[in-house]
């Protein structure tokens, strides 16, 4: 195999000035149009800028890295393309957050609380939860579109644009079919371990790592070559990814997920950790467990009763131990002299970036 070059200080950090930019250029001229409409928008876009001023970008840089692997250079139109993908997870996380009833999103006022308030402090007529829900809805459809506007528009050459087409309309089908999933599970009640993988497949694996290796891959002319590789890294890194975040969920620091702690419980979610420890609990335990799950009451010793529960019967080291399998295939398959040598080793690192314990 090659050597492989040290990859940048920070994949990520590499990527995010140029994705913030290209963002930014984007949105702005976006506004200019809203506004146009009506001043009465920009509120509206307000909230969507406080939403797109924060978020990893690890779509964009798993895009990126995808592109330079296949041998694509460093240009201002491959970092335009990748920037698309965040507008694509505000639309999710916005109505991601309406779905959940959410009150944070990344430390803030989840949009559709920030413009819930909007209508009671303008003393408006009707329900505020209604217009915060409705407009949050819209907003998140405005992404939607915008990003296939931003994604069109990045530069590339048509030919390019289209060969990546088939990857980019995927995702955006996958995540709402994984979205879907969700919903659906935790209605029923699933508390299967292989139930929760399926929707961390389709909601995370595929969406936040395999598509936009895809996606870059094609757009440097190299995706069917290209993904067989990718996705042999990229599916197995996004369950760790999504898996990771589920535990930070029950178990992170408010202050570092931007979230209130033991949120996820609150909301009922059907995570693969919540299906470990109910599948290895003791019946009492596990009663115990599944009568608070989805209890938006919680206070915070019941909480840590849950966490206990989780922890005792071994649930969380079980996921802690799934992470690290998930990590070790994502890594074995960085040994491909197929990729570039230079965004190999930044593969390398987005594992780490993506599986940290202080994500």
């Not at 995370?204 to 042999?232: D, I, N």
């Not at 966490?307 to 990590?327: F, K, M, N, P, S």
């Amino acid at each position: 195999m090659t050597s492989t070059p040290s990859a940048p200080s920070s994949p990520v950090s590499y990527v995010r000035p140029a994705v913030d930019a290209a963002l930014s250029e984007f949105i702005g001229r976006r506004r200019a149009e809203l506004l146009e409409i009506g001043a009465e928008l920009a509120p509206a876009m307000d909230a969507l800028e406080a939403m797109l001023s924060g978020g990893k970008r690890l779509r964009p840089a798993f895009c990126f890295w995808g592109w330079r692997g296949a041998g694509g250079s460093d240009t201002p139109e491959a970092y335009g393309a990748a920037a698309s993908l965040e507008l694509l997870q505000a639309c999710a996380l916005v109505h991601d957050d309406v779905i959940d009833n959410s009150d944070t999103r990344r430390g803030l006022p989840a949009t559709h609380r920030r413009l819930a308030a909007l209508h009671a402090g303008q003393g408006w007529s009707g329900s505020s939860e209604g217009f915060g829900q409705g407009a949050a809805i819209l907003i998140g459809d405005l992404c939607l579109a915008w990003c296939d506007d931003m994604y069109q528009g990045s530069g590339l050459p048509q030919e390019a644009l289209a060969a990546g087409r088939a990857a980019f309309d995927a995702m955006r089908t996958e995540v709402m079919a994984g979205q879907y999933l969700d919903m659906l599970e935790q209605v029923r009640g699933a508390e299967s371990v292989e139930a929760s993988l399926r929707v961390m497949h389709y909601k995370a694996a595929k969406y936040t790592v395999e598509r936009p290796l895809h996606l870059g891959a094609a757009l440097a002319g190299r995706g069917p070559e290209l993904a067989p590789v990718y996705s042999a890294y990229g599916l197995p890194l996004g369950v760790a990814f999504q898996l990771r975040d589920d535990v930070l969920g029950v178990f992170g620091d408010p202050a570092q997920t931007g979230k209130p702690a033991g949120d996820d419980l609150r909301e009922g979610k059907r995570t693969l950790l919540v299906a470990e420890t109910l599948e290895r609990a003791g019946e009492a335990a596990a009663a115990e467990f599944r009568s608070r799950l989805g209890d938006p009451d919680l206070d915070g010793a019941a909480v840590d009763r849950m966490r206990t529960i989780t922890e005792e019967c071994g649930a969380l080291e079980a996921c802690e131990r799934r992470i690290d399998d998930y990590v070790e295939q994502a890594t074995r398959a960085l040994e491909s002299d197929l990729i570039e040598p230079e965004a190999r080793s930044a593969l390398a690192d987005l594992i780490v970036a993506a599986t940290s314990r202080k994500f």
